[in-house]
């Protein structure tokens, strides 16, 4: 390739040289100070970009950066965005933009950028997470929870007096408020199908005693009373924690959970719990082949009218939105007391999707967006666009989520139990998850689940302490 | 040129590969035996606590668990695969099936396409209402065979592995054919004539010239049969009940606490059992090397 003519040009001498010269440039870059930091930075931002886009930020005014979660094509993204540009056309000095990185990869996206000192403004991160308030990456409210909202028909209202109180004081961490439920309460129901309701005179139960004589209507009928997910076990060992508190009561559960080491599963109103669980598992009550469904063929065995009921959490309209018949009509109700039982038949397991102010240099904008969140304008068209229960009382709600709303509103008990503030970590529920998988799938019966309960918390706690 | 001079030309192309690749390899590696070593949520400083996640790691049920789903895959899993590669690609190489570059491409195509897409494909496949097996199963009178099968606890992992060995099949058997391919057409002609027939010539040519081939293939498989996480990730999350949960899905799990963005983070302790992982690969990559990489190949 090199012939005589382009010799003259480039010698191998030069082209060594050349190379020589460009790897000194390169280490060079790497070890001056000044160039050091702008080519950390840049390879940062880099990687950063290929998870995060920004919108452009607009000159001369401040912006707030919201990391949100969702992406365009999703559900809940239009719904986003109709806040933000609703918002940013009544601001003359703020511009809100969003970071629309993946659900899945938000986190460490987040901990990246925390880590050089650049996080977002604002981040949205499900229910709070305790290992990260006491971190010191996230900002403390408190000094503005007392101030007007600013936003909506009530712009006077004390700032968090516009949320459901209890919500608001369970998630508290070490006494300090750090999140903002403004992104919805969930909560688990069960959701039935309406149509079938109608057809076959069945009405939402109250008693556990009802629900199993309208689910055994369905099953004479043919029709798969309940749909479930055994590849995703959440939803398993859900179901029979909510009994359990239903006949246990909650602080019999929470001891028995994480809170006690010393408190047993194995006891009878847990037996009982687990006895009536394997009744609805060995009468088939349960949409055949779950075992093989992950989360969304479950939700699609009930959308698509295989099934009568869904026991799910109140994310449902939101998570199956795109994929809910537009002829399907479904609404919801609480899960029903047991007779006899011990437990506040009025409790919900509650939680709220918070948005966070994170460790911003902007903070009255920053609060100002989050406020604005709170408002009845935004909660009202969050019920509208994505079927979301507000945490904020007296909010709209959603016609499907009426037995939600009235769950969330009439709870006298709440727990987040099921997250890290209260103890209950991955590993734990990692370990119960399995116990639930052998039970719903038959390999052992409703004393041998409660036993391996036992045996999954004596396990953990073992490994914790060493 | 003096091996002095020869230095000086080489280090200038090395540098700009040596610097990145310790920049974003080496020391994201070494960082790694370091975080292993610390208990630390993602957020804020890792706090030192020794061995303490190895001691806790060598009593956790879980991860013996996916460590013996490993073996497993990493046994069966293996003897099929390379032995139905080899297979193939002798059956190809002799030149004695019709349509040979067609079968070629089909029984490669599964190695082009991605993971995710295999996975999504046999989830579908295995489906236990929608799924193609058990609607086959039912529309030929066999449907008190079909079962939910991802959720079958003693089926699931077998089952993953049948479609890994789908997806890896192809790629082993273009190895060996290349492999095939440099084996010198003289001693074939010299078996011929002292009578050697298909078999005697298979076992006595063919396997010990390709020894060198399939010792590297083992160390490939080893490697890879290791670090399979994408197809058991989307296809079951490693359950169900920790049913197909090897060693990466647990270390993902563990480490970016997954379930829900809320969750707990042990990054340390998921490190720790990255950590196990690249020494379990470490240690059988070298011992498949020394056991039968040394003898030269002779023709």
């Known amino acids: 390739m090199f012939n005589g003519k382009s010799h003259r040009f480039l010698t191998r001498r030069d082209f060594l040289k050349a190379s020589l010269l460009a790897t000194a440039g390169m280490a060079l870059a790497a070890c001056t100070p000044k160039v ?70 938000m986190m460490t996206v987040f901990q990246t950028m925390s880590a050089r000192g650049d996080p977002p403004d604002l981040l949205i991160a499900g229910p709070i997470n305790s290992a990260m308030a006491r971190s010191g990456v996230l900002r403390s409210l408190d000094e503005f929870v007392d101030t007007p909202i600013n936003y909506g028909k009530d712009p006077n209202t004390a700032w968090f007096k516009v949320y459901n109180q209890a919500l608001i004081e369970m998630q508290k961490v070490d006494g300090k408020h750090y999140g903002v439920p403004c992104e919805g309460a969930y909560t688990f129901v069960i959701y039935y199908n309406q149509d079938f309701f109608e057809k076959h005179k069945t009405t939402p139960p109250k008693t556990w005693t009802e629900l199993i004589k309208v689910a055994d209507v369905y099953k004479a009928a043919g029709i798969a009373p309940f749909t479930l997910a055994g590849v995703w076990p959440y939803y398993m060992h859900w179901w029979f924690f909510t009994l359990a508190q239903r006949t246990a009561g909650t602080d019999a559960l929470v001891a028995a959970m994480f809170k006690d080491k010393a408190t047993s599963w194995n006891q009878p109103d847990f037996l009982l719990a687990a006895q009536e669980i394997q009744k609805l598992r060995d009468g088939k009550y349960f949409v055949d082949g779950f075992q093989g469904m992950d989360h969304i063929a479950s939700h699609m065995e009930f959308l698509s009218s295989r099934a009568a009921m869904d026991f799910v959490g109140t994310w449902f309209p939101g998570e199956m939105g795109g994929s809910i018949p537009a002829d399907f009509k479904y609404a919801s109700f609480s899960f029903p007391a047991y007779e006899g039982g011990k437990g506040d038949p009025t409790f919900a397991q509650l939680w709220a999707n918070n948005i966070y102010n994170t460790s911003t240099k902007y903070i009255p904008e920053a609060i100002d967006y989050l406020k604005w969140w709170s408002s009845d304008i935004v909660q009202d068209q969050q019920a509208e666009m994505l079927g979301t229960v507000s945490a904020r009382a007296g909010a709209k709600c959603p016609p499907v989520q009426t037995g939600a709303c009235d769950q969330v509103a009439n709870a006298k008990g709440v727990a987040g139990y099921e997250f890290d503030i209260y103890g209950f970590d991955n590993k734990l529920e990692s370990a119960y998850q399995k116990a639930a998988v052998e039970f719903f799938f038959g390999t052992t019966d409703a004393k041998g689940y409660v036993e391996g309960l036992d045996a999954a918390k004596q396990a953990y706690f073992k490994a914790k302490e060493g | 040129m003096g091996r002095r001079g020869r230095n000086i030309v080489i280090l200038p192309f090395l540098a700009p590969a040596v610097i990145l690749y310790t920049v974003f390899f080496i020391y994201p590696a070494l960082r790694a035996f370091y975080i292993s070593l610390t208990d630390w949520s993602g957020y804020g400083a890792a706090k030192f606590v020794g061995l303490k ?174 670090r399979t996480f994408d197809l058991i990730w989307i296809m079951t999350g490693g359950g169900p009940a920790n049913a197909s949960e090897t060693l990466a899905t647990y270390m993902y799990r563990t480490a970016l606490g997954v379930v829900r963005f809320s969750s707990v983070q042990r990054i340390g302790y998921g490190t720790a059992v990255a950590v196990i992982l690249f020494l379990i690969v470490f240690v059988a990559t070298i011992l498949s090397q020394r056991l039968g990489g040394r003898q030269e190949v002779e023709y």
């Open chain 1, 36 to 105: 050091v930091k702008e080519t950390v930075v840049v390879e940062k931002e880099k990687v950063v970009e290929k998870v995060v886009t920004e919108a452009p930020a607009p000159k001369g005014k401040t912006v707030i950066k919201f990391m949100q979660g969702f992406q365009p094509g999703e559900n809940e993204y239009p719904f986003f965005e109709w806040a933000r540009t609703e918002y940013n056309a009544r601001q003359q000095a703020v511009e809100v933009t969003h970071m629309d990185s993946p659900r899945t990869d």
């Open chain 2, 53 to 226: 996640n190895f001691a806790e790691l060598f009593r956790d049920k879980d991860f013996y668990g996916a460590l013996r789903h490993n073996i497993y895959l990493l046994i069966f899993g293996g003897i099929v695969t390379l032995s139905l590669a080899f297979l193939f690609a002798v059956l190809l190489w002799q030149g004695r099936i019709r349509g040979a570059g067609f079968f070629r491409t089909l029984l490669f195509s599964p190695s082009v396409v991605a993971p995710v897409a295999i996975a999504v494909t046999w989830t579908f496949v295995f489906s236990p209402r929608i799924g193609l097996l058990n609607g086959l199963l039912r529309s030929t009178g066999l449907g008190n065979l079909a079962r939910p099968w991802l959720g079958d606890l003693k089926l699931v992992l077998s089952l993953l592995m049948i479609v890994g060995i789908w997806s890896a099949v192809g790629y082993y058997m273009v190895l060996f054919l290349a492999g095939l391919q440099r084996l010198p057409q003289d001693l074939y002609d010299a078996a011929k004539v002292d009578g050697a027939g298909p078999v005697a010539t298979f076992f006595t040519i063919t396997l010990p010239l390709m020894r060198d081939v399939l010792v590297t293939l083992i160390g490939l498989y080893t490697i890879g049969s290791f």
